[in-house]
């Protein structure tokens, strides 16, 4: 399926005028199993992702795409408003127009954004751009409201992260996901391993070509051994340690791990308002730079913590 055969979609222009909300955990949530959407908002999951790609067979994806658009129509009723989990759709590759239809099916008032696998190039992220703004439009959405969230799963895509990042701008929580005996793995040929040494540059260079191209809110993922919670949560301190702000999971009892992982403590945020009184202080006295905690601190550490207090709302 070319990106060529469609005219440029309605969406473009206005795309980067929508913000995004900030997610620390998006759980997926089998396509078949939409009645599984109660136990991922009490694990307190930020978003869900309803799988329509590898957790549905063949068979029964025609089936399973009607259970998500109905779980979309319920999520977009007045009643679920307020601090509902947002809801976003894996569908399947855009490589024919099955897969145009399947798109056309999600898109609709409910849907925070579409997870787009197996992308490769800046070019399959375009077409599925334009594809998105036809749809807003038909459906009567503000342009760019879906955010576009394309999985690196090659080896071309990953190399090529930055000019896909930059080739929407819709595109939000972009990452570098390294789930063993995945797609990943297959594709760059690493072997992975608990630590995840061998995947930190990987997550790195991605990270950085996510920030350069000024995609909001970076996600990276996955952790695949549903019982082993204290290996989890090393993982998610060392994504975060990274700068990633949020990871995706596949099991409810992960969610609560990384959302404390991806949250500041009390203690965090208590530094960030002392370390701005300080700095403030120092301003209103002429100084530039200041001892705080034993460390030398400026107004660029101070706009750092200010920015954590907006953030969270402290």
């Known amino acids: ?87 976003f759709v894996r569908v399947n590759p855009l490589d024919d127009w099955a897969g ?77 996901l390294t789930a063993p005996g995945g797609d990943v793995e297959r594709a760059v040929g690493y072997r992975w391993s608990p630590e995840g040494t061998e995947t930190v540059a990987l997550r790195s260079r991605v990270l950085l070509d996510a920030r350069a191209a000024g995609v909001p809110c970076p996600v990276s993922g996955l952790w695949t051994r549903i019982g082993d919670l204290p290996e989890l949560r090393a993982f998610a301190e060392q994504n975060r340690s990274l700068g990633y702000e949020g990871m995706m999971a596949i099991h409810p009892s992960h969610v609560p791990v990384i959302n404390e992982v991806f949250s500041p403590s009390s203690a965090e945020l208590a530094r960030c308002a002392e370390l701005i009184t300080a700095v403030e202080a120092a301003q209103r006295e002429g100084t530039g730079a200041v001892t705080f905690r034993g460390e030398m601190v400026d107004e660029a550490m101070a706009h750092t913590a200010r920015l954590v207090l907006e953030r969270h709302g402290a």
């Open 1 to 87: 399926m070319s990106s060529e055969a469609y005219p440029q979609g309605p969406a473009e222009a206005d795309a980067g005028m929508v913000d995004r909300t900030p997610l620390r955990s998006l759980l997926f949530v089998p396509g078949t199993r939409t009645d599984w959407l109660p136990k991922a908002r009490a694990a307190g999951a930020d978003a869900a992702v309803l799988d329509l790609e590898d957790a549905v067979p063949a068979a029964d994806k025609l089936a399973a795409r009607a259970q998500v658009a109905d779980a979309l129509a319920r999520a977009a009723a007045p009643p679920e408003q307020t601090g509902r989990m947002a809801l």
């Open 100 to 176: 145009a239809e399947e798109l056309r099916a999600v898109v609709r008032p409910g849907l925070a954004g579409i997870v787009l696998p197996k992308v490769r190039s800046a070019q399959d992220v375009r077409l599925a751009d334009r594809l998105l703004g036809w749809c807003e439009q038909e459906q009567g959405m503000p342009p760019g409201r879906v955010a576009l969230v394309p999985l690196l799963e090659t080896a071309r895509g990953l190399r090529e992260a930055y000019d896909i990042a930059r080739a929407a701008s819709r595109i939000a929580y972009l990452g570098a």
